[in-house]
Protein backbone atom coordinates (compact mmCIF):
# COMPACT_ATOMS: atom_id res chain seq x y z
CA UNK A 1 0.00 0.00 0.00
CA UNK A 2 1.13 3.54 -0.82
CA UNK A 3 1.44 6.02 2.27
CA UNK A 4 -0.48 8.75 2.16
CA UNK A 5 1.09 12.39 2.89
CA UNK A 6 -0.20 15.37 3.98
CA UNK A 7 1.95 18.62 3.14
CA UNK A 8 1.41 21.56 5.81
CA UNK A 9 2.50 24.72 4.68
CA UNK A 10 1.63 23.26 0.87
CA UNK A 11 1.52 27.82 -0.13
CA UNK A 12 4.90 29.12 1.38
CA UNK A 13 8.35 29.06 -0.03
CA UNK A 14 9.37 25.80 1.20
CA UNK A 15 5.92 24.56 0.68
CA UNK A 16 6.58 25.74 -3.35
CA UNK A 17 9.52 23.60 -3.41
CA UNK A 18 8.52 20.52 -1.60
CA UNK A 19 5.78 20.35 -4.63
CA UNK A 20 8.20 20.65 -7.33
CA UNK A 21 10.35 17.99 -5.43
CA UNK A 22 7.28 15.85 -4.82
CA UNK A 23 6.63 15.95 -8.89
CA UNK A 24 10.91 15.32 -9.75
CA UNK A 25 11.12 11.82 -7.28
CA UNK A 26 9.87 8.42 -7.70
CA UNK A 27 6.29 9.12 -6.37
CA UNK A 28 5.97 6.68 -3.39
CA UNK A 29 2.64 8.39 -2.05
CA UNK A 30 -0.65 7.25 -2.47
CA UNK A 31 -2.62 10.77 -1.59
CA UNK A 32 -1.13 13.56 -1.16
CA UNK A 33 -3.13 15.94 0.83
CA UNK A 34 -2.57 19.80 0.55
CA UNK A 35 -2.89 22.30 3.50
CA UNK A 36 -2.51 25.60 4.62
CA UNK A 37 -3.79 28.26 6.96
CA UNK A 38 -7.47 29.02 6.62
CA UNK A 39 -6.48 32.39 4.29
CA UNK A 40 -4.57 30.18 2.38
CA UNK A 41 -7.47 27.57 1.64
CA UNK A 42 -9.07 27.12 -1.21
CA UNK A 43 -6.12 27.84 -3.49
CA UNK A 44 -5.30 25.22 -6.50
CA UNK A 45 -1.50 23.93 -6.69
CA UNK A 46 0.00 21.57 -9.21
CA UNK A 47 1.97 18.33 -7.41
CA UNK A 48 2.79 15.35 -9.43
CA UNK A 49 1.06 17.12 -12.53
CA UNK A 50 -2.29 17.25 -11.01
CA UNK A 51 -4.07 20.43 -9.66
CA UNK A 52 -4.95 20.21 -6.14
CA UNK A 53 -6.98 22.33 -3.79
CA UNK A 54 -5.29 23.59 -0.48
CA UNK A 55 -7.19 22.74 2.61
CA UNK A 56 -7.28 24.86 5.76
CA UNK A 57 -5.49 23.39 8.44
CA UNK A 58 -7.76 21.25 11.43
CA UNK A 59 -8.10 18.25 12.83
CA UNK A 60 -9.98 16.54 10.17
CA UNK A 61 -7.14 17.02 7.56
CA UNK A 62 -4.83 14.50 9.59
CA UNK A 63 -8.09 11.89 9.49
CA UNK A 64 -6.20 8.68 7.32
CA UNK A 65 -2.59 10.66 6.83
CA UNK A 66 0.63 8.66 7.38
CA UNK A 67 3.31 10.88 6.73
CA UNK A 68 2.58 14.58 7.78
CA UNK A 69 5.13 17.43 6.81
CA UNK A 70 5.67 20.37 8.79
CA UNK A 71 6.66 23.43 6.83
CA UNK A 72 5.28 26.37 8.91
CA UNK A 73 6.36 28.57 11.48
CA UNK A 74 7.49 27.07 14.82
CA UNK A 75 3.97 28.20 16.41
CA UNK A 76 2.17 25.84 14.13
CA UNK A 77 3.99 22.92 14.45
CA UNK A 78 4.35 23.07 18.17
CA UNK A 79 0.60 23.41 18.33
CA UNK A 80 -0.53 21.06 15.33
CA UNK A 81 2.17 18.37 15.24
CA UNK A 82 0.86 16.36 18.32
CA UNK A 83 -2.78 16.37 16.46
CA UNK A 84 -0.88 15.07 13.57
CA UNK A 85 0.63 12.18 16.06
CA UNK A 86 -2.20 11.48 17.93
CA UNK A 87 -4.14 11.17 14.82
CA UNK A 88 -1.36 8.47 13.92
CA UNK A 89 0.58 10.01 11.40
CA UNK A 90 4.39 10.30 11.29
CA UNK A 91 5.23 14.06 11.28
CA UNK A 92 8.61 15.09 9.93
CA UNK A 93 9.12 18.45 10.92
CA UNK A 94 11.07 21.66 9.90
CA UNK A 95 10.25 23.87 12.54
CA UNK A 96 12.73 24.67 15.26
CA UNK A 97 9.82 23.37 17.98
CA UNK A 98 11.39 20.24 19.01
CA UNK A 99 14.83 19.95 16.86
CA UNK A 100 16.92 19.96 20.55
CA UNK A 101 14.27 17.60 22.05
CA UNK A 102 15.55 14.49 23.81
CA UNK A 103 13.12 11.99 22.45
CA UNK A 104 12.32 13.94 19.03
CA UNK A 105 15.43 12.46 16.50
CA UNK A 106 17.37 15.04 14.11
CA UNK A 107 17.84 13.56 10.77
CA UNK A 108 19.87 14.19 8.05
CA UNK A 109 20.07 11.47 6.01
CA UNK A 110 23.17 11.09 4.98
CA UNK A 111 24.45 10.91 8.08
CA UNK A 112 22.04 9.42 10.54
CA UNK A 113 19.34 7.74 8.59
CA UNK A 114 18.69 5.50 11.43
CA UNK A 115 17.91 8.06 13.78
CA UNK A 116 14.23 8.28 11.70
CA UNK A 117 13.48 5.11 13.13
CA UNK A 118 13.09 5.69 16.81
CA UNK A 119 10.47 8.45 17.49
CA UNK A 120 8.82 7.69 20.46
CA UNK A 121 6.55 10.81 20.01
CA UNK A 122 6.20 10.51 16.54
CA UNK A 123 7.95 13.35 15.15
CA UNK A 124 11.23 13.66 13.28
CA UNK A 125 12.86 16.93 13.03
CA UNK A 126 14.90 18.09 10.40
CA UNK A 127 18.01 20.68 11.34
CA UNK A 128 17.89 24.56 10.09
CA UNK A 129 19.28 25.19 6.96
CA UNK A 130 22.75 26.76 8.12
CA UNK A 131 22.85 23.70 9.74
CA UNK A 132 21.82 21.67 6.55
CA UNK A 133 24.39 23.68 4.64
CA UNK A 134 27.54 22.42 6.38
CA UNK A 135 26.53 19.29 7.89
CA UNK A 136 26.63 16.85 5.15
CA UNK A 137 30.36 17.81 3.67
CA UNK A 138 31.44 18.62 7.46
CA UNK A 139 29.96 14.54 8.52
CA UNK A 140 32.05 12.99 5.31
CA UNK A 141 35.46 14.43 6.91
CA UNK A 142 34.27 13.55 10.78
CA UNK A 143 33.95 10.08 9.47
CA UNK A 144 37.10 9.58 8.03
CA UNK A 145 39.24 11.95 10.66
CA UNK A 146 37.13 12.62 13.80
CA UNK A 147 36.11 16.37 14.13
CA UNK A 148 37.25 17.88 17.00
CA UNK A 149 35.95 21.61 16.14
CA UNK A 150 33.96 23.89 14.02
CA UNK A 151 34.55 27.57 13.30
CA UNK A 152 31.74 29.18 11.03
CA UNK A 153 31.36 31.95 9.08
CA UNK A 154 27.76 32.47 7.13
CA UNK A 155 26.91 34.12 4.03
CA UNK A 156 23.07 33.44 4.37
CA UNK A 157 20.45 34.02 1.52
CA UNK A 158 17.92 36.44 2.54
CA UNK A 159 15.01 33.79 1.68
CA UNK A 160 16.41 32.06 4.68
CA UNK A 161 14.41 34.63 6.86
CA UNK A 162 10.94 33.70 4.24
CA UNK A 163 9.08 35.48 1.82
CA UNK A 164 9.30 38.84 3.54
CA UNK A 165 13.38 38.73 3.32
CA UNK A 166 13.16 38.50 -0.46
CA UNK A 167 10.62 41.38 -0.79
CA UNK A 168 12.63 43.22 1.17
CA UNK A 169 15.89 42.80 -0.59
CA UNK A 170 14.18 43.27 -4.10
CA UNK A 171 12.49 46.64 -2.90
CA UNK A 172 15.77 47.59 -1.23
CA UNK A 173 17.93 47.15 -4.78
CA UNK A 174 15.26 48.52 -6.40
CA UNK A 175 16.10 51.87 -4.20
CA UNK A 176 19.28 51.67 -4.84
CA UNK A 177 19.95 50.90 -8.06
CA UNK A 178 21.66 53.27 -10.00
CA UNK A 179 22.57 55.80 -7.64
CA UNK A 180 25.53 57.07 -5.85
CA UNK A 181 24.41 55.38 -2.20
CA UNK A 182 27.26 53.35 -0.75
CA UNK A 183 29.89 55.76 -0.39
CA UNK A 184 29.38 57.49 2.84
CA UNK A 185 28.26 56.31 6.61
CA UNK A 186 24.87 55.45 6.87
CA UNK A 187 23.59 56.76 3.22
CA UNK A 188 22.31 53.34 2.76
CA UNK A 189 20.59 53.14 5.94
CA UNK A 190 19.10 56.96 5.25
CA UNK A 191 17.99 56.46 1.91
CA UNK A 192 16.40 53.13 2.73
CA UNK A 193 14.85 53.70 6.28
CA UNK A 194 13.71 57.76 5.51
CA UNK A 195 9.56 57.50 5.71
CA UNK A 196 9.94 54.14 6.98
CA UNK A 197 8.00 53.95 11.21
CA UNK A 198 11.24 52.95 13.24
CA UNK A 199 8.91 51.04 15.58
CA UNK A 200 8.30 48.88 12.96
CA UNK A 201 12.18 48.07 11.99
CA UNK A 202 12.62 49.85 8.99
CA UNK A 203 14.77 47.29 7.16
CA UNK A 204 12.48 44.30 8.78
CA UNK A 205 12.66 41.35 8.57
CA UNK A 206 16.49 42.32 8.75
CA UNK A 207 18.46 44.53 11.51
CA UNK A 208 19.89 46.75 8.65
CA UNK A 209 19.69 47.55 5.40
CA UNK A 210 20.92 44.20 3.38
CA UNK A 211 21.52 45.97 -0.44
CA UNK A 212 24.91 46.90 -0.88
CA UNK A 213 25.54 45.79 2.79
CA UNK A 214 25.88 42.64 4.76
CA UNK A 215 24.51 42.19 8.03
CA UNK A 216 25.57 40.38 11.11
CA UNK A 217 22.52 38.78 12.93
CA UNK A 218 20.07 36.39 12.17
CA UNK A 219 17.36 35.16 14.35
CA UNK A 220 16.79 36.57 17.76
CA UNK A 221 18.81 37.23 20.87
CA UNK A 222 20.06 34.19 22.61
CA UNK A 223 22.05 36.01 25.76
CA UNK A 224 25.89 37.10 26.16
CA UNK A 225 25.70 37.96 22.83
CA UNK A 226 24.97 35.06 20.60
CA UNK A 227 22.19 34.78 18.05
CA UNK A 228 19.70 31.95 18.07
CA UNK A 229 21.08 30.83 14.30
CA UNK A 230 24.54 30.92 16.26
CA UNK A 231 23.63 28.53 18.81
CA UNK A 232 21.49 26.67 16.59
CA UNK A 233 24.33 25.71 14.16
CA UNK A 234 26.10 24.43 17.63
CA UNK A 235 23.61 22.45 19.18
CA UNK A 236 22.09 20.93 15.68
CA UNK A 237 25.97 20.11 14.18
CA UNK A 238 26.88 18.27 18.19
CA UNK A 239 23.39 16.12 17.96
CA UNK A 240 23.52 15.05 14.11
CA UNK A 241 27.11 13.79 14.38
CA UNK A 242 26.79 12.51 18.21
CA UNK A 243 29.05 14.65 19.00
CA UNK A 244 27.86 16.86 22.49
CA UNK A 245 31.33 17.78 23.50
CA UNK A 246 32.14 19.22 19.76
CA UNK A 247 33.29 22.86 20.21
CA UNK A 248 31.69 25.41 18.05
CA UNK A 249 31.63 28.72 17.45
CA UNK A 250 29.47 30.53 14.36
CA UNK A 251 29.27 34.00 13.12
CA UNK A 252 25.93 34.14 11.24
CA UNK A 253 25.49 37.10 8.27
CA UNK A 254 22.88 38.25 6.14
CA UNK A 255 24.16 38.71 2.52
CA UNK A 256 22.34 40.57 -0.78
CA UNK A 257 21.82 36.86 -2.04
CA UNK A 258 18.00 35.73 -2.71
CA UNK A 259 18.89 31.94 -2.27
CA UNK A 260 21.35 28.93 -1.25
CA UNK A 261 23.50 29.54 2.16
CA UNK A 262 27.52 29.77 2.28
CA UNK A 263 29.51 29.45 4.69
CA UNK A 264 33.38 29.78 5.38
CA UNK A 265 34.24 26.47 7.53
CA UNK A 266 37.44 25.97 9.61
CA UNK A 267 37.45 22.29 10.81
CA UNK A 268 39.77 20.90 13.21
CA UNK A 269 40.11 16.98 13.66
CA UNK A 270 41.72 14.77 16.00
CA UNK A 271 44.43 13.18 12.92
CA UNK A 272 46.21 15.01 10.40
CA UNK A 273 44.37 15.43 7.40
CA UNK A 274 45.68 15.62 3.93
CA UNK A 275 44.01 17.99 1.25
CA UNK A 276 44.11 14.74 -1.48
CA UNK A 277 42.50 12.53 0.95
CA UNK A 278 40.07 15.59 1.91
CA UNK A 279 39.18 16.03 -1.70
CA UNK A 280 38.50 12.36 -2.05
CA UNK A 281 35.89 11.83 0.45
CA UNK A 282 33.96 14.58 -0.63
CA UNK A 283 34.13 13.94 -4.11
CA UNK A 284 32.69 10.46 -3.59
CA UNK A 285 30.40 11.59 -0.36
CA UNK A 286 26.81 11.22 -0.89
CA UNK A 287 25.03 14.46 -1.35
CA UNK A 288 28.24 16.42 -2.22
CA UNK A 289 29.88 18.02 -5.11
CA UNK A 290 33.68 19.34 -4.97
CA UNK A 291 34.38 22.32 -7.14
CA UNK A 292 37.58 23.19 -6.36
CA UNK A 293 40.15 24.50 -9.12
CA UNK A 294 40.31 28.13 -7.77
CA UNK A 295 43.09 29.36 -9.98
CA UNK A 296 41.04 27.99 -12.83
CA UNK A 297 37.85 30.06 -10.91
CA UNK A 298 36.52 26.68 -9.88
CA UNK A 299 34.76 27.22 -6.51
CA UNK A 300 31.01 27.25 -5.46
CA UNK A 301 29.33 30.69 -5.36
CA UNK A 302 25.42 31.09 -4.04
CA UNK A 303 24.58 32.00 -7.72
CA UNK A 304 25.56 29.17 -9.53
CA UNK A 305 24.51 26.55 -7.32
CA UNK A 306 20.88 27.76 -6.51
CA UNK A 307 18.24 25.36 -7.42
CA UNK A 308 20.55 22.45 -7.37
CA UNK A 309 20.38 19.56 -4.65
CA UNK A 310 24.06 18.41 -3.11
CA UNK A 311 26.36 20.97 -0.80
CA UNK A 312 29.03 21.96 -2.91
CA UNK A 313 32.63 22.33 -1.50
CA UNK A 314 35.51 24.48 -2.85
CA UNK A 315 38.32 26.42 -1.34
CA UNK A 316 39.74 23.79 0.16
CA UNK A 317 42.92 23.67 2.25
CA UNK A 318 45.08 23.02 5.10
CA UNK A 319 45.25 25.45 7.74
CA UNK A 320 48.95 26.95 7.44
CA UNK A 321 49.56 26.49 11.13
CA UNK A 322 47.12 23.36 11.95
CA UNK A 323 48.34 20.46 10.30
CA UNK A 324 45.17 18.63 11.88
CA UNK A 325 42.64 21.30 10.50
CA UNK A 326 40.82 22.32 7.38
CA UNK A 327 39.39 25.65 5.89
CA UNK A 328 36.81 25.27 3.25
CA UNK A 329 34.27 27.57 1.74
CA UNK A 330 30.72 25.26 1.19
CA UNK A 331 27.42 26.52 -0.50
CA UNK A 332 23.99 24.98 -0.84
CA UNK A 333 20.43 26.06 -1.23
CA UNK A 334 18.82 26.79 1.48
CA UNK A 335 15.45 26.02 0.47
CA UNK A 336 16.56 22.74 -1.08
CA UNK A 337 18.76 20.68 1.12
CA UNK A 338 18.59 23.20 3.75
CA UNK A 339 14.84 22.73 4.02
CA UNK A 340 12.80 20.79 1.34
CA UNK A 341 15.14 18.38 0.33
CA UNK A 342 15.90 16.98 3.75
CA UNK A 343 12.37 16.96 4.67
CA UNK A 344 11.58 15.22 1.68
CA UNK A 345 14.34 12.42 2.18
CA UNK A 346 13.17 11.66 5.86
CA UNK A 347 9.95 11.17 4.61
CA UNK A 348 10.83 8.67 1.63
CA UNK A 349 12.50 6.11 4.38
CA UNK A 350 9.51 6.29 6.27
CA UNK A 351 6.92 5.65 3.42
CA UNK A 352 9.67 2.69 2.82
CA UNK A 353 9.45 1.40 6.27
CA UNK A 354 5.38 1.88 5.99
CA UNK A 355 5.35 0.40 2.38
CA UNK A 356 7.44 -2.70 3.80
CA UNK A 357 5.60 -3.00 7.35
C1 LIG B 1 17.82 31.74 8.00
N1 LIG B 1 18.24 29.62 9.06
O1 LIG B 1 18.55 31.34 7.11
C2 LIG B 1 17.43 30.81 9.11
C3 LIG B 1 15.98 30.51 9.16
N2 LIG B 1 15.53 29.68 8.11
O2 LIG B 1 17.39 32.86 8.01
Not at 94 to 99: C, E, G, H, I, K
Not at 162 to 182: K, P
Not at 210 to 230: F, H, K, R
Request: charged share 20%; aromatic share 4%.
Amino acid sequence: RRPSLAVVGATGAIGGVMLRILSQHADVWGEVRLVASPRSAGRKLVVRGEESEVLALSEDVFDGIDVALFLVPDEVSARWAPIATSKGAVVIDDSAAFRLDDDVPLVVPEINPHAARLRPRGIVASPNCTTLSLIVAVGALHAEFGLRELIVSSYQAVSGAGRDGVTALREQLSLVAGTELGTHPGDVRRALGDGAPASAGPFRPFAAPVALNVVPWAGTDAGDGWSSEELAIREECRKVLGLPELRTSATCVYVPVVAAHSMSVHARFENEVAVDRAHEILATAPGVVLFDSPASGDFPTPSDVVGTDPTWVGRVRRSMDDSRALEMFICGDNLRKGAALNVAQIAESVAAEITSA
